[in-house]
Each structure stands twice: as structure tokens, then as C-alpha cells.
């Protein structure tokens, strides 16, 4: 009987003991070029703007200290019948100049 229960417990220590790394998560690469639009007539479409601010830093108590942040930004067409378009996403730093264009092509 002990035999039997070495035999389990060495069993259960070497299987356990699995250095193979498993994700969960496989994330598959975005194919941004089957997602381009060519579409030469979007003036016929609805079209806005908006501004979404977005902080890289924020102020402790008396602006002589600063704290870093990380961000997200999450555009979601709640519309079931319509797309969107999305044409630009430009980011600017407080002087209001130009740092990084994110989109290079037109996407839906």
C-alpha cells in the first residue's frame, strides 16, 4: 500500500512539474490591408469629428511633480446598421503639435 502511494505521489510531482508555458490568449496579428477602404466617394457619407483627450502625465498637488500614465483608447460603433469610417487618429502634445499620425490608411 505505501508502494502504491509513493508510486501516486511521484507520478503527480513529475507530471505537476511541466516547465511548458500555455497562453491562453493567442492573439493572431491584425491584417490591416483587409481592413483598407477605397472608397473615392466619402463626401457622401455623415461625417464628424471629435476630440477624446488623452493625458500622458498627470500633476501631484503643486505642479512641481509629475506621474506617468498608461492609456487606452477604445472606439466602438454601437450603430447596427451603419459603419464607421475611421479616417485619422493624430496625436498632439500640449503645444498642439503634430507628435504621431496612427493610422496611415483609411479602415472601417
Known amino acids: 500500500m ?29 491584417d490591416w490591408k483587409n481592413k483598407e477602404i477605397h472608397n473615392d466617394n466619402i463626401d457622401n457619407y455623415f461625417q464628424g469629428k471629435t476630440y477624446l483627450p488623452i493625458y500622458s502625465h498627470i500633476y501631484h498637488k503643486h505642479e512641481n511633480r509629475t506621474f506617468d500614465l498608461a492609456i487606452t483608447v477604445s472606439i466602438r460603433n454601437t450603430s447596427l446598421t451603419d459603419s464607421v469610417f475611421i479616417l485619422k487618429a493624430d496625436y498632439f502634445n500640449t503645444s498642439g503639435e503634430n507628435i504621431r499620425q496612427y493610422i496611415k490608411i483609411q479602415f472601417t
Request: a positive charge; proline letters at 3%.
Open 2 to 30: 505505501r508502494n502504491i502511494l509513493k508510486i501516486i505521489i511521484i507520478t503527480i510531482i513529475f507530471t505537476s512539474c511541466n516547465n511548458k508555458e500555455i497562453n491562453l490568449y493567442q492573439n493572431k496579428p491584425i
